[in-house]
């Protein structure tokens, strides 16, 4: 049984950076593809960085150049580093998998504030 567990929210002013980690069980981490996404208030859960397996890397648009998505496969574990963070990235931040998400963690609440 697949599980995810998010951490590393908190509040940081904008500007500020932010690390968060995803501690994956359950399934074979080092051949899946991961990704991070997230969901504000009244809005769509969205992807905003995957990793292959291989480690190659994808970005939104609206995160390129300030998030950067990395994995260790000895811990089954992967981050997404948050860096010039906006209001508009408060968000509850999810990992799964990039295109065949599998059951939710629980998230982790990033609020930026102006």
């Known amino acids: 049984q697949v599980q995810l567990v998010e951490s590393g929210g908190g509040l940081v002013q904008a500007g500020g950076s932010l690390g968060l980690s995803c501690a994956a069980s359950?399934?074979?981490?080092?051949?899946?593809?991961m990704g991070w996404y997230r969901q504000a208030p009244g809005k769509q859960r969205e992807l905003v960085a995957a990793?292959?397996?291989?480690?190659?890397?994808n970005y939104a648009a609206s995160v390129k150049g300030r998030f950067t998505i990395s994995r260790d496969n000895a811990k089954n574990t992967v981050y997404l580093q948050m860096n010039s963070l906006k209001p508009e990235d408060t968000a509850v931040y999810y990992c799964?998998?990039?295109?065949?998400?599998?059951?939710w963690g629980q998230g982790t609440q990033v609020t930026v504030s102006s």
């Open positions: 359950g399934i074979m981490f080092k051949i899946n593809a």
């Open positions: 799964n998998h990039p295109v065949v998400p599998d059951r």
């Open positions: 990793i292959t397996s291989g480690g190659t890397k």
